[in-house]
């Protein structure tokens, strides 16, 4: 089925949005990029994320090609396009920027203008509380993680390991220490303890798990940013992963061995239902 996307100031049917392959996404995997969800046509976190790609986009030397106001007017009608504000289906907001075209040269600064591309697809339903299984994988990533960037092989690689193994995410250990999951952030809980890891470039600093902790933290959970050891998740009584897509997950399988009771946890339970109704309430959203 069509749809429309936005490509660089046009809003088209998705089999007429087409790039240059000398564009530089294409050839170096040169672009940052967010993903955003949509519930029932209000775009949550907006401005989050759109600080996030900001950041990103100053970190790669690739100029910010529009202002905030610009970005929300463009998005907004985008996923106008594709739902109907107030009526619409929930939706995962993609977008993408690259540097541009440019012969295939290392040097950043013959780049022309960037590339702009968004588009929105229904988000993915998931039954959170039938958990999911992990594995846990060495993270080979750089060491840029807090920087979301479109050059994504090393966690394709680890979530094919992950589904290689009956999994679903493969979370990441460096140097002894949980960073993340391919595509999403970790949490652990010991004994009613909720921990994340802080914030630093081994791990993208998910609009979701800052939520989390903001959310556990007024409603009086304790809730710790700190290092955890890969010996602590193994421990652990619960563990969940976050994302903008996922929300909280519970994973109630880590290597083939059942994490806590091997079910859904009573802290995720509390955590899931804090989130599900800040989520609900419109004011937090565009
Ligand atoms: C590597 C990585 N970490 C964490 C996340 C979660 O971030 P967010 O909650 O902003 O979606 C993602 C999301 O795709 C990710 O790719």
């Known amino acids: 089925m069509s749809y429309i996307v936005y490509l660089n100031g046009q809003y088209l049917p998705i089999e007429d949005a087409k790039i240059s392959v000398l564009d530089r996404g294409f050839t170096f995997g040169d672009g940052v990029y967010e993903v955003i969800p949509v519930y029932k046509g209000h775009i949550f976190r907006m401005r989050e994320h759109l600080e996030r790609l900001n950041n990103s986009l100053d970190e790669v030397y690739i100029d910010r090609p529009y ?3 610009q970005w929300q007017e463009i998005l907004c009608k985008l996923v106008e396009k594709n739902s109907g504000k107030n009526t619409g289906n929930d939706l995962s907001l993609y ?3 690259t540097r541009g075209i440019s012969e295939r040269d290392h040097a950043i600064d013959i780049a022309t203008k960037q590339t702009v591309f968004a588009m929105c697809r229904p988000l993915p339903e998931y039954d959170r509380s039938a958990g999911i299984s992990a594995i846990i994988e060495e993270d080979i990533r750089w060491k840029y993680c807090h920087i979301k960037a479109i050059t994504l092989l090393p966690s394709v690689m680890l979530r094919h390991k992950a589904r290689d193994a009956g999994a679903t995410e493969a979370i990441l250990v460096k140097d002894g220490y949980i ?3 391919a595509a999403s952030n970790v949490f652990i809980v010991k004994n009613g303890i909720v921990k994340t890891p802080p914030k630093d470039g081994s791990l993208l600093p998910g609009i979701t798990r800052d939520l989390v902790v903001e959310l556990l933290t ?3 959970i ?3 940013e700190v290092a955890i050891k890969e010996t602590e998740l193994k421990q652990a009584d619960e563990i969940w992963i976050t994302s903008s897509t996922w929300e909280i997950v519970p ?5 083939n061995n059942p994490v806590g009771t091997g079910r859904p946890g009573e802290v995720w ?3 899931s239902e804090i989130y599900q109704a800040f989520k609900t309430d419109m004011t937090n959203v565009v």
């Open 269 to 271: 339970q509390q955590a």
């Open 179 to 181: 960073t993340e999951g």
């Open 95 to 97: 977008m993408q920027v």
């Open 251 to 255: 994973v109630i399988s880590l290597d």
């Open 222 to 224: 304790p809730c710790e």
């Open 67 to 69: 202002t905030l106001e």
């Open 218 to 220: 007024e409603s009086g």
